[in-house]
């Protein structure tokens, strides 16, 4: 890439390679930690180093499809607090507010297929290197919590990257787990493979990398936790919050000609699709 100031930007050469499959997912429920800890084999090394990166996204399909903030136009039967049934409509940019509340619309059961998604701020950096040829590789991927008993479903995908791509990532991992006390070590210079056309010296934050990838659907069941324990609350990095609280405008029965429930279609956005998970089950 090139700034504004003609200085020309670029990255050392990548090599795309396919990781090795996972031969299996499994978790572990730890009580201590109130977690699940999900793990991956490999099949044992057989030759060259490898190194992954894995990430994660969470799937939770959709109760509710659309919200009435003024950019979705759909007909809403609403009840004001005094149980009157009102006919109003989501027109563009015509916000509809019940008591400043923002009113949910439920899915269309005949297109229930509507799903959020949340890529997850974590993930897992692998690597086999101090591993002698024949060792088991077995990779931990992350730590769910315990905050509800429903299975928990990510799909997980695990990049294939360089020796250098690894470093710059453990490096990173690392410098984010410092307390700043003085027993930390000093931070190694944090420096990627993007520099200067003609001087690789001159390193720039930031890297550029190209992975081979295999992909695969996971559900953590929760069966092996206890019941009766007090749960800890929801982790807003791996859990997925169905729209905003709001108030779902079902109105039967209001006594006015017309009012009915009120359903949605799924409304696509940044995170939600109606594109089926891989091995998504109900």
């Given at each position: 890439f090139v700034l504004a100031d003609g200085k020309e930007?670029?990255?050392?050469?990548?090599?795309?390679?396919?990781?090795?499959?996972?031969?299996?997912?499994?978790?572990?429920?730890?009580?201590?930690?109130?977690?699940?800890?999900?793990?991956?084999?490999?099949?044992?090394?057989?030759?060259?180093?490898?190194?992954?990166?894995?990430?994660?996204?969470?799937?939770e399909r959709c109760k509710y499809c659309a919200e009435c903030l003024g950019c979705v136009d759909v007909k809403a039967v609403a009840i004001d607090p005094y149980g009157t049934c009102l006919l109003q409509s989501c027109n563009n940019n015509v916000p509809l507010y019940i008591?400043?509340?923002?009113?949910?619309?439920?899915?269309?059961p005949s297109a229930y297929d509507c799903w959020n998604f949340k890529r997850q701020r974590y993930y897992s950096i692998f690597s086999d290197a101090i591993l002698a040829v024949g060792s088991n590789r077995t990779q931990k991927l992350l730590e769910v919590p315990l905050s509800d008993y429903e299975p928990y479903y990510i799909e997980v995908y695990q990049n294939n990257v360089t020796a250098e791509a690894y470093r710059y990532m453990k490096t990173l991992e690392e410098n984010g787990q410092r307390t700043g006390t003085l027993v930390d070590p000093i931070p190694p210079l944090i420096t990627g493979n993007i520099y200067l056309r003609g001087?690789?010296?001159?390193?720039?934050?930031?890297?550029?990398?190209?992975?081979?990838?295999?992909?695969?659907?996971?559900?953590?069941?929760?069966?092996?936790?206890?019941?009766?324990?007090l749960l800890p609350k929801e982790n807003p990095d791996f859990v997925y919050y169905d729209l905003r609280p709001g108030t779902v405008v079902l109105a039967n029965n209001c006594g006015v000609p017309g009012c009915k429930v009120v359903y949605a279609k799924c409304t696509l956005t940044s995170f939600r699709t109606n594109t089926k998970p891989l091995n998504w089950r109900d």
């Open positions: 930007y670029i990255s050392t050469i990548d090599t795309l390679k396919i990781p090795d499959r996972y031969e299996k997912i499994f978790d572990r429920y730890n009580p201590e930690k109130k977690k699940f800890e999900v793990y991956a084999d490999l099949k044992p090394k057989s030759g060259a180093n490898s190194y992954y990166q894995t990430y994660f996204i969470n799937y008591n400043s509340i923002i009113p949910s619309f439920p899915c269309i001087d690789e010296n001159q390193r720039v934050l930031g890297s550029f990398q190209v992975s081979g990838q295999q992909k695969y659907g996971y559900y953590i069941e929760k069966d092996d936790a206890p019941r009766g324990i």
